[in-house]
């Protein structure tokens, strides 16, 4: 199965006045230390929220200094479960992105080109491969009278 990930980063940035030139040398600073490795990962600005529900801005700027709330989306191909494809994400980036908090926002099963659910032909696969497997074990009751 193949599943989108998308996972926060919380990328720090010196120098700025504002949240906007926070954010732009954020998305730039995390897209040079991901190219060319992970060019396929998309980056776009984070949300976040304060705790009585209000949008903030993503960036938070204090001394000419940021953090930056961005949001890394990428697809893993052939894992077994969704947990598996956030770790894959998770060290995939996180080699690249030093020092650089990362949380699983988000896993998504994208569906086979077919409309199937491969999770279930790989389930019924398996209990053929079962079946198969029994009729080629003798029953005890069988090796006992053989011999």
């Known amino acids: 199965m193949d599943c989108r990930v998308v996972v926060e980063a919380a990328v720090p940035v010196y120098d700025v006045e504002t949240s906007d030139e926070a954010i ?34 993503p960036a938070f700027v204090a001394a000419d200094e940021a953090l ?51 999770q279930a032909e790989s389930a019924t696969e398996s209990q053929e491969s079962d079946n198969d497997d029994e009729s080629l074990i003798p029953e005890f009751d069988e090796l006992v009278e053989d011999s």
Do not use: C, W
């Not at 994400?89 to 199937?116: F, H, T």
């Open 24 to 57: 732009r040398i954020a998305i730039s600073k995390t897209g040079k230390m991901l190219n060319p490795d992970l060019s396929y990962v998309e980056i776009s600005m984070g949300t976040r929220t304060s705790p009585s529900g209000e949008d903030l801005p």
């Open 68 to 118: 930056v709330a961005l949001e890394l989306e990428m697809t893993v191909f052939n894992v077994e479960r969704e947990e598996h494809a956030s770790r894959i994400a998770r060290k995939e980036i996180g080699q690249r992105l030093e020092n650089v908090p990362l949380k699983v926002l988000s896993v998504e099963v994208i569906p086979d080109e077919n409309g199937e659910d491969e």
